[in-house]
């Protein structure tokens, strides 16, 4: 293991690894001292008060929570797949061979890309209502969260497939199989491994860019956490709200990454395990395709 990493860079010396060490726990410690400075703070300022969390205890307030929750899931579940569907079509359209139609699929992917999302949003919900048509709330949400991530995720499809050697395509046109079967067959495959990582890091940004939609006044978690927080008779307890909503977030991009690892382990098991095909029989497919 050693070996292989010495390619990649230079193993740290002695002096090396004690710089590291100190940066390590200077780093450690700084993070320790401002949670404690932030914790200290929220204490001074009354935000750990009983008062300021006694309404999460009623079941009325937690089926709001969890109304905003299953909100939010829906929006980035609908979004998710429309997404990945975008950045599949768009991916496949920009290696296509024919000018007619990787021009228009890099002209949309770097336009929606270059777009803020809050803006897509507001056009997705405002822009129909000029012209009388009414539209949900949580389409137009979906249609930005679509058109910006579909976009990054075209990219990051297209990079991907790029990213396998060469060798392989020309292995499988060797053979005598089309485009679409080496992309489908031999490149897709391969690549799924290594964009799995930023695919997953693209959807848990999706996850968390739902939030806009408090803009538009869709009722997902944040909006919700921010109505909770607005009541005076429990002292205005924004803090504890979104406190409580960011725990839920990060619970559930939380349980995202662990998802895409286990997906990932598994993936990398299966590679491991898979019998390799006889020459004989990739003799036999060669010539049954050609």
Same mark, same amino acid.
């Given at each position: ?76 579940? &609908?979004?998710?797949?429309?997404? *990945? $569907? /975008? ?6 359209? #920009? @290696? ?118 408090? &803009?538009?006044?869709?009722?997902? *978690? $944040? /909006? ?6 607005? #009541? @005076? ?58």
């Amino acid at each position: 293991m050693s070996s292989q990493l010495s390619i990649l860079y230079d193993l740290p010396g002695p002096k090396a690894k004690r710089r590291n060490l100190t940066l390590g726990v200077l780093s450690t410690v700084g993070i320790i001292a401002l949670i404690a400075f932030v914790g200290y703070k929220f204490a001074d300022t009354g935000q750990f008060e009983s008062r300021k969390w006694e309404q999460f205890q009623y079941a009325s307030v937690q089926r709001e929570l969890l109304a905003g929750y299953w909100a939010t899931l829906k929006a980035a579940g &609908i979004a998710a797949v429309l997404a *990945l $569907l /975008f950045g599949a079509v768009f991916a496949s359209a #920009r @290696l296509s061979d024919k000018w007619i139609l990787r021009a228009p699929a890099t002209f949309v992917v770097e336009l929606f890309r270059a777009i803020p999302l809050l803006i897509l949003i507001f056009f997705g919900y405002y822009v129909p209502l000029q012209y009388g048509w009414s539209i949900d709330k949580l389409w137009a949400l979906v249609i930005g969260l679509t058109l910006y991530n579909g976009s990054v995720l075209a990219e990051i499809f297209r990079a991907g497939i790029n990213a396998v050697p060469y060798g392989q395509s020309e292995g499988a046109y060797a053979i005598g199989m089309r485009k679409n079967q080496v992309l489908r067959l031999i490149l897709l495959p391969q690549a799924v491994r290594s964009m799995l990582p930023a695919i997953v890091s693209q959807l848990v940004v999706l996850l968390k860019d739902t939030a806009l939609g408090f &803009i538009i006044t869709y009722p997902e *978690l $944040l /909006f919700v956490g921010k109505q909770i927080g607005g #009541r @005076l008779p429990f002292g205005l307890p924004y803090v504890p709200a979104y406190v409580l909503v960011a725990a839920i977030y990060i619970a559930t991009c939380g349980l995202l990454s662990v998802l895409a690892w286990w997906l990932q382990k598994r993936m990398g098991r299966a590679r491991t395990s898979a019998k390799p095909i006889p020459a004989e029989m990739a003799g036999e497919a060669g010539r049954t395709t050609l």
